[in-house]
Every structure is written in C-alpha cells, then in structure tokens.
C-alpha cells in the first residue's frame, strides 16, 4: 500500500520541525535553564499544537488577519493570568515562530531558505543564551526583614548581610516596596550566573 504524498509531506516536515524544536528546548534551553523543566513539556506541546493548527489553516482559504488573530489567541490563552519570565517567554514565541515557518513554508520556499531560517534562529537562541547572557546580571526578588538595614546610611550592612544570607555574589539591589507594617522589604537583586 503506498502512502499518500500529503502525509509523506506531513510526515517530513513535522519531522524536521521536531529536530530543530527539540536542539533548541532539550539541548540550548534545558541545559541552561534546567531548573524550569515544567516549561519544556509546554514548549514541545506548544509547537506540535501550532505546527499542525498552521499546517491545516495553510491548507484552508482563510483571512490572514483572522489566522493571526487565531494564534495570538491561542498563544496568550493559557498564560494570561499566570506570570511567565521574560525568558521563558521569548522560548514560547520561538517555538510558536518555527512551528508557524515549518507548517506554512508550503512548496512556495525551497528547503534550503527554510533550513537557513531554521538554522539562524537555533543558532541565535544558542549563542545568546551560552555567550551574550553570561555578561548579563540576573534578577532575583526576596523579602528582606530587617527594616532598620533599609535606611541608606545602611546600605552597605544591607549589602553584606544580603550576600551572606543568599550566598550568591550581589553587585547591585533595588528596594522595590517596603512594609512597615510587617516590618518586611521587597528587594531586587542583582548576581551574575
């Protein structure tokens, strides 16, 4: 029984979306960010569910304004009240990006532009997350309780005992709202990885 060009056609291009999916969540983000493995599950269910929503639409005649629309909604519909990290947010917009290019690249673009485009996006999530990042201070909120440190003529208290109670180095922190009341501060701080 031979099978169908569509599906081989399915079948190939889902399988080169799934190659470049996978090096950018399990090889570039999860090696990197391994304490978020909660998003990795989303981040390859995310592009098989816009692969296959932009691969059909591709197929149908439709408004393109409307397809936007549809996956502006889809995109923002799970995490609207849910607060994600910047970070974790631009790897949802790349996956989502690559799903859309690899579902609707059609016959119109030949391989290799769509292989380029794959490559240059993977490649720029690799080298900013493994070189351009690591210049870059990393942001962490904690509640501080010890309000008499807050004063600004205690500052450089507060800096030592914020670096001996977290361990990390901090070159720098920001007092974001202070509660008297509870006599507790939210502090911004400022490390390297």
Known sequence: MEIPAEILNLISRFSFNFIIIFIIIKIIYYRNNSKNDDFVFTY??????IFFFAYILGNITINLGFAFGLFAVFAILRYRTDTIPIKEMTYLFIVITIGVINALSGSTV??????????????????????WQSHYLVTRTIIYENVENIKPENHEELLLELNNNTGFNIE???????????GAARIKIFTRE
């Open 44 to 49: 390859f269910m995310f592009n098989a569910l």
């Open 110 to 131: 030949p391989f290799l532009i769509l292989l380029i485009a794959n490559l240059i996006i993977t490649l720029m999530a690799y080298v900013l997350e493994n070189f």
């Open 172 to 182: 720098k922190f920001e007092i974001e709202s202070i509660n008297f009341r509870r």
